[in-house]
C-alpha cells in the first residue's frame, strides 16, 4: 500500500504524554508542510482519559481504528497507577502483540554540551519485543509468572526460532544501512536453551546479510563495555529484557530518559513511535518534561514510512526536524532542565520550530 498521504494516530497516553504528544505533533505537522508532505493526523483515545471519558483504557474499535493508519505515536502509558477495574488494562502490550510489533529500535546518541558521558556515541540497540519474560499471560501464550506455593514463584522466558529471526532480520537490516556490524548480546553461557537459541537464529538470518559481520558480546561484559567503550558498539541485538535494561544504561550515557526515543517495527505494514521512558507523573503539567525522546521516535517514525512508501518529502521532513532538534539542544535557552538547560518544555519546542523556519 503506498500513500501520498500519511495516516499517522496521535495516542497520547497518559500524564507527560499529554505534552509531549501534541509537542511532536507540532513539530512534525510544521516539518511537513515545510517539505511538501502531506499527514492526516488520527487523535486516539487511550489511556486514563479515555477511561474516564469511554469507560475503558482502550475503547472498543481502537485496534480496527488503528489498523487503517500507517503508523501512530503512543505517549508513555502510566498503568501502574490505573484502578484496579477490569476496564482499566494497559494497553501497550496489546498493541505490540496485534501489529506484530517485534523489534524495538531503541537509537542513542550523544549531542554535545548536555552532560553526556560521552561526546561521540551514535548507537542502535534493537530489542526483541513480544517473547522473553513476559508476566502479561495473555500476550505470549506459555509465558508468565507462576506461584505454585506461597513460598516459590516460577517466571517463564519464552524465546522462539521465529522471534529470533524476526528481529535478528530487521537489526540486520538496520546494521546494513549503518556501519554494517552487528552486535548479539546475549547469555548463552547460562542460558543455553533460550539464548543459545537467539544466538543461532541470528546467525543462521546473517547468512543472507554476508556484508555485515556479526559479533558476540555477553550481557554483564557488554554492560561493562556499554560505560567504558560506548564507541565501540553501532547495531545492537538482543531479547527483550536484555534489551530494556541496557537501553536504560544506554539513555544514562547520553542525559537520561528524556534522550532515549524508540520505535516499534514489524511486518512492514504498520509502525508505532514510542520514547521510552514512562510516563514521569512526577513532573506531569509542570511544563518541564524533556520532549526529545518523542519528538525523535516520532522523526523516526516519518523518516520510516517516508522509506517503505517511497516518499522523498518524508526524507526532507525528517531531515528538517533533525536540523530543528540539533539547534535547540545546542542552546540551554531551549532545553530542559533534565539536560541542562535551562528553558522549559515550550521553549525547546518553540526552538525548534525557529530553527526549522530558518532552514526550510
Ligand atoms: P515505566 O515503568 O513506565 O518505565 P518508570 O517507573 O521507569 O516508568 P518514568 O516515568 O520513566 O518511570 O520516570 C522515571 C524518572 O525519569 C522520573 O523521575 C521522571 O520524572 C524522569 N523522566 C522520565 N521521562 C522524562 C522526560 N521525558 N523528561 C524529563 N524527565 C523524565
Ligand atoms: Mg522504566
Known amino acids: 500500500m503506498s500513500a501520498s498521504t500519511l495516516r499517522i494516530g496521535l495516542l497520547n497516553g497518559d500524564d507527560i504524554g499529554h505534552e509531549i504528544v501534541p509537542a511532536s505533533h507540532r513539530i512534525a505537522e510544521a516539518a511537513a508542510r515545510a517539505s511538501g508532505l502531506s499527514i492526516d493526523w488520527h487523535p486516539i483515545p487511550i489511556g486514563r482519559k479515555a477511561l474516564d471519558e469511554l469507560g475503558h483504557t482502550m475503547p472498543a474499535g481502537t485496534l480496527e481504528r488503528l489498523g487503517e493508519l500507517d503508523g501512530f505515536i503512543l505517549g508513555p502509558i502510566g498503568h501502574q497507577a ?3 477495574v477490569p476496564e482499566a488494562i494497559n494497553p501497550h502490550p496489546i498493541l505490540r502483540k496485534s501489529f506484530d510489533l517485534f523489534a524495538n529500535v531503541r537509537p542513542t546518541r550523544s549531542y554535545p554540551g548536555l552532560g553526556c558521558l560521552y561526546d561521540d556515541i551514535d548507537l542502535v540497540i534493537v530489542r526483541e519485543n ?6 502479561d499471560r495473555n500476550v505470549v501464550a506459555g509465558s508468565g509468572e507462576f506461584r505454585p506455593t506461597h513460598d516459590m514463584t516460577i517466571s517463564v522466558r519464552v524465546i522462539t526460532r521465529e522471534g529470533s529471526r524476526k528481529v535478528a532480520q530487521a537489526a540486520l537490516e538496520i546494521a546494513r544501512a549503518r556501519s554494517k556490524r552487528l552486535t548479539v548480546v546475549h547469555k548463552d553461557t547460562v542460558f543455553k536453551l533460550g539464548c543459545g537459541m537467539f544466538v543461532e537464529e541470528c546467525h543462521k538470518a546473517g547468512e543472507a546479510f554476508p556484508d555485515v559481520t556479526i559479533d558476540e ?3 554483564d561484559t557488554f554492560a561493562m563495555k556499554l560505560v567504558r567503550e560506548p564507541q565501540r558498539f553501532d547495531t545492537v ?6 534489551g530494556d535494561i541496557l537501553t536504560d544504561e544506554a539513555a544514562g550515557l547520553v542525559g537520561g530518559l528524556g534522550m532515549a526515543p524508540g520505535l516499534c517495527i514489524g511486518r512492514g505494514d504498520i509502525a508505532m513511535a514510542q520514547a521510552t521512558h514512562g510516563s514521569a507523573p512526577d513532573i506531569a503539567g509542570k511544563g518541564i518534561a524533556n520532549p526529545y525522546a518523542m519528538i525523535e521516535s516520532t522523526r523516526m517514525l516519518i523518516e520510516w514510512l517516508g522509506r517503505r512508501h517511497g516518499l522523498p518529502a518524508a526524507g526532507r521532513a525528517a531531515a528538517l526536524m533533525t ?7 545546542a542552546d540551554p535557552a531551549t532545553r530542559t532542565p533534565d539536560i541542562r538547560g535551562s528553558g522549559t518544555q515550550a521553549d525547546m519546542v518553540d526552538g525548534i520550530l525557529a530553527a526549522m ?3 526550510s
Not at 513480544?130 to 508476566?135: D, K, M
Open 82 to 84: 490505573y484502578p484496579k
Open 357 to 359: 523556519e530558518r532552514h
Open 237 to 242: 541485538v538482543t531479547t527483550n529484557m536484555f
Open 130 to 135: 513480544n517473547e522473553g519474560f513476559q508476566p
Open 323 to 329: 536540523t530543528g532538534i540539533e539547534a535547540a539542544l
Open 217 to 219: 558480546v555477553i550481557v
